[in-house]
Structures are given as structure tokens and as C-alpha cells.
């Protein structure tokens, strides 16, 4: 199939990648614009995967506050150089970022670091709500496991769904940018402030 600039623009323009990183992806499918978003993701998940154990001294604090003055949040994004740090990609991502933790405030970053006593205080909820059930022991275990799980996804950073764009996560928006710019990035901490709370 013949790859035209208009579908390389077009492209380009959903996923922000490099041109030529359009083309090859379209080439490699036939140019199927669905696959070759698909490809071009996949393709940061890899570079995501490389670059993982990086320093990333560099980087942002970025603040959000809502309408109003009664809801802030301040986050630090980092990055392996101040060349990123400085690319109008990297300070969006990090504004976006800052926006949706101020919309879905999340307890953690990753479910590492999500206190024990919160998570031993869901799990014995849940213990207690599939019991009430009378299912088998088995069962139980994998209605908490599940349960577990949606917590996770609903409490941890990179586990949410995007607010700007609930068919992603905010890991897969992260794996993305990693993937365009070629630098280790990682959200490093964040603080939400509201009126009382």
C-alpha cells in the first residue's frame, strides 16, 4: 500500500510521534491507522521498558489550581535532562498530569506505596462482603483478589484511567510520552490541597 504524508500527518497528530516513526508504523500495517497507534504504543511500552532504570534528576513541579481557588495541586515530573524538561510535550504532560490528580484524587503514585493500613483496612471490607456471600473458601479468595485489584486501580496514579481519555491509562500516557521524547519520565510525588479537607 502506498503511504501518503497526509496519512503520516494524520497520524502524527494522534500520537505525537517522530515522522518517520509514523511511516515505518504505517508500513508495517498496511497503513491501518488503528494498528499503527497500536504499534506506535507497544513501541514506547518497549522503550518505556529500556529506559526504566534511568536517573531522572531533571524535570518540572508543575500546579494546577481549579476555578475558584479551593482545589491545587503541585506534582513533580522528572525527566534524564533539562532539554526535556523544557520541551513543550514534557510541560503539557506534566499540566495534564496535575489536572487529573486535582479530578480523581488518587492516595499513591503506584500501588507500592500505598499504606499498609489503608490497604489492610479495604481487603478486611471485602473479606467481610464476600463472606456474607457463603461461597466456597476459593471463591471468597478470588472475589477479594478482584476486588483488590479494582482498588488498586482506583487508587494508584498510574493505574487510573486518564480523565482526558478514559480508554487509556495514565501509565499508557506516560509509556507514550517515554516512547516520543526517548527519556526515562516518572511522576515522582504530588500533594493535593482543598479547603476543608
Known amino acids: 500500500m502506498n503511504i501518503t504524508s497526509q496519512m503520516v500527518?494524520?497520524?502524527?497528530?494522534?500520537?505525537?510521534?517522530?515522522?518517520?516513526?509514523?511511516?515505518k508504523a504505517l508500513a508495517e500495517?498496511?497503513?491501518?491507522?488503528?494498528k499503527a497507534v497500536d504499534y506506535l504504543r507497544q513501541k514506547g511500552l518497549a522503550v518505556a521498558a529500556k529506559r526504566a532504570t534511568r536517573a531522572t534528576s531533571e524535570g518540572?513541579?508543575?500546579?494546577?489550581?481549579?476555578a475558584g481557588g479551593k482545589l491545587g495541586v503541585m506534582v513533580e515530573v522528572g525527566c534524564e535532562t533539562d532539554f526535556v524538561a523544557k520541551t513543550d510535550s514534557f510541560i503539557e504532560f506534566a499540566k495534564n498530569i496535575a489536572m487529573?490528580?486535582?479530578?480523581?484524587?488518587?492516595?499513591?503514585?503506584?500501588?507500592?506505596?500505598?499504606?499498609?493500613?489503608?490497604?489492610?483496612?479495604?481487603?478486611?471490607i471485602y473479606i467481610n462482603q464476600a463472606e456474607d456471600t457463603k461461597k466456597p473458601a476459593n471463591i471468597v479468595e478470588k472475589i477479594v483478589a478482584g476486588k483488590i485489584e479494582?482498588?488498586?486501580?482506583?487508587?494508584?496514579?498510574?493505574?487510573?484511567?486518564y480523565v482526558k481519555n478514559p480508554d487509556l491509562k495514565v501509565q499508557d500516557l506516560l509509556n507514550e510520552l517515554i516512547g516520543t521524547l526517548?527519556?526515562?519520565?516518572?511522576?515522582?510525588?504530588?500533594?493535593?490541597?482543598?479547603?476543608?479537607?
Open 9 to 23: 500527518k494524520e497520524l502524527r497528530d494522534k500520537t505525537n510521534a517522530g515522522m518517520m516513526d509514523c511511516k
Open 29 to 34: 500495517n498496511n497503513g491501518d491507522m488503528e
Open 60 to 66: 518540572v513541579i508543575e500546579c494546577y489550581i481549579h
Open 100 to 124: 487529573h490528580i486535582a479530578a480523581v484524587n488518587p492516595v499513591s503514585i503506584r500501588r507500592e506505596e500505598v499504606p499498609e493500613e489503608l490497604l489492610a483496612r479495604e481487603k478486611a
Open 150 to 161: 479494582k482498588f488498586y486501580a482506583d487508587a494508584c496514579l498510574l493505574e487510573q484511567q
Open 182 to 197: 526517548g527519556e526515562n519520565i516518572s511522576v515522582k510525588r504530588f500533594a493535593r490541597f482543598q479547603v476543608g479537607a
